[in-house]
T-cell receptor, first 114, second 108 residues
């Protein structure tokens, strides 16, 4: 079946602008995760949703970052007042059940802040 | 989650077995060992996971030592398409904590 999809695949924006990144999880997966990967490093956890609610948002770096999942399926990661340091690949993953089930990743969105 | 230690890079000849080691000496009894790989410019791909028994699937085998302080991922017949960064992760909760992984290069 279809895997996790993310749009856009690439996003270039200017410093100070607002961006939204979208994630479509695997159908039926109740848990959804966001990670961020800087060049040459492994992915870092940002936030995890169980259904519609954020079960763990301790990885969000500051209050410019926010994520929603209003209907328990698609999720949007929102970044306000972007900074050059926000440039990274943003990865989304989903799993069938919350917590410890295997996570399957999407291809990521490469964000470049000029 | 417990910290893992992996060699930064390894080479393997095409058609030979690739054995990727991982140390996780502080692993707790309820923590699983997961392996993912990431081919350049793609998202991480799940390979295999285990708790204490050895595991095998269509992609690889996972050998976990009896004391669970280390493990080895085995790709039985490596191909050029197996060139990737391989991450060993010890997981006890919802999040995955990635290290820097091992860059495996399969040579023709």
């Amino acid at each position: 079946g279809a895997g996790v999809s993310q749009t856009p695949s690439n996003k270039v924006t200017e410093k100070g602008k607002y961006v939204e990144l979208r994630c479509d999880p695997i159908s039926g997966h109740t848990a959804l995760y966001w990670y961020r990967q800087s060049l040459g490093q492994g992915p870092e956890f940002l936030i995890y949703f169980q259904g519609t609610g954020a079960a763990d948002d301790s990885g969000l770096p500051n209050d410019r970052f926010f994520a929603v999942r209003p209907e328990g399926s698609v999720s949007t990661l929102k970044i306000q007042r972007t900074e050059r340091g926000d440039s990274a690949v943003y990865l989304c993953a989903s799993s069938l059940d919350p917590g410890t089930d295997t996570q399957y990743f999407g291809p990521g969105t490469r964000l470049t802040v000029l | 989650d417990a910290k893992t230690t992996q060699p930064p890079s390894m080479d393997c000849a095409e058609g030979r077995a690739a054995n990727l080691p991982c140390n996780h000496s502080t692993i707790s009894g309820n923590e699983y060992v997961y392996w993912y790989r990431q081919i350049h410019s793609q998202g991480p791909q799940y390979i295999i996971h285990g708790l204490k028994n050895n595991e095998t699937n269509e992609m690889a085998s996972l050998i976990i030592t009896e004391d669970r302080k280390s493990s080895t991922l085995i790709l039985p017949h490596a191909t050029l398409r197996d060139t990737a960064v391989y991450y060993c992760i010890v997981r006890g909760g919802s999040r995955l904590t990635f290290g820097e992984g091992t860059q495996l290069t399969v040579n023709p």
